[in-house]
């Protein structure tokens, strides 16, 4: 069975940074890209960027370019969404998502994970 | 930047009605790269729909989308109770890849 496993809820105040995990199994990790998707409380979807763990190529949204960091860890079957600098703005869930086919970049997600919520507050 | 805008914002109806859904493009897309999802309350988004019209494993065939160019359609042509949940179109090309729809919401009238 596909499954990708997101670390836990997080609550951090602003200015502080933060690494969130997405571990996939049940298929060939490096055969996939892996992409990130932010949804804000009561919003819509947003498709944040999505990373090639076989050589770590990584394409972002134009919208959050620079404002993020992702990476993949193919040894281990993780991929990572990191911040720097976090602010408040960047309340929210935060789902990992698995293409629906192999070697492809293109964002059709077909297997998700459940989500972590991170809530920045002071 | 292609732009998608679902309407209606919500679409109030009871279960055993038809549900039509629209997903309009600020340009022409290719319905390669359309596809719908569904998402219910405190769960991930599950993929209904891509290329337009092809079912997603496991859909159940009261789903079905249709259109092209600007215009796409995501129809339940009879409501279950578990139909009740938002519905996002999406257009996975390029210009930037992945973007969404807003979202149109089916509540239980």
């Known amino acids: 069975e596909v499954q990708l496993v997101q670390s836990g809820a997080e609550v951090k105040k602003p200015g502080e940074s933060l690494k969130i995990s997405c571990k996939g199994s049940?298929?060939?990790?490096?055969?996939?890209?892996l992409g990130w998707v932010r949804q804000m409380p009561g919003k819509g979807l947003e498709w944040m960027g999505i990373?090639?763990?076989?050589?770590?190529?990584?394409r972002y949204s134009p919208s959050f370019q620079g404002q993020v960091t992702i990476s993949a860890d193919k040894s281990i079957s993780t991929a990572y969404l990191q911040w720097t600098s976090l602010k408040a703005s960047d309340t929210a869930m935060y789902y990992c998502a698995r293409p629906a086919n192999m070697w492809e970049p293109l964002p059709l997600f077909d297997c998700w994970g459940r989500g972590t919520l991170v809530t920045v507050s002071s | 930047e292609i732009v998608l805008t679902q309407s209606p914002g919500t679409l109030s109806l009871s279960p055993g009605e038809r549900a039509t859904l629209s997903c309009r493009a600020s340009q022409s897309v290719s319905s390669n790269y359309l596809a719908w999802y569904q998402q219910k309350p405190g769960q991930a988004p599950r993929l209904l729909i891509y290329g337009a019209s092809s079912r997603a494993t496991g859909i159940p065939d009261r789903f079905s989308g249709s259109g092209s160019g600007t215009d796409f359609t995501l129809t339940i042509s009879r409501l279950e109770p578990e139909d009740f949940a938002v519905y996002y179109c999406q257009h996975f090309g390029t210009s930037p890849p992945g973007t969404f729809g807003q979202g149109t919401k089916v509540e239980i009238k």
């Open positions: 049940g298929y060939s990790f490096t055969n996939y890209w």
């Open positions: 990373v090639y763990p076989g050589d770590s190529d990584t």
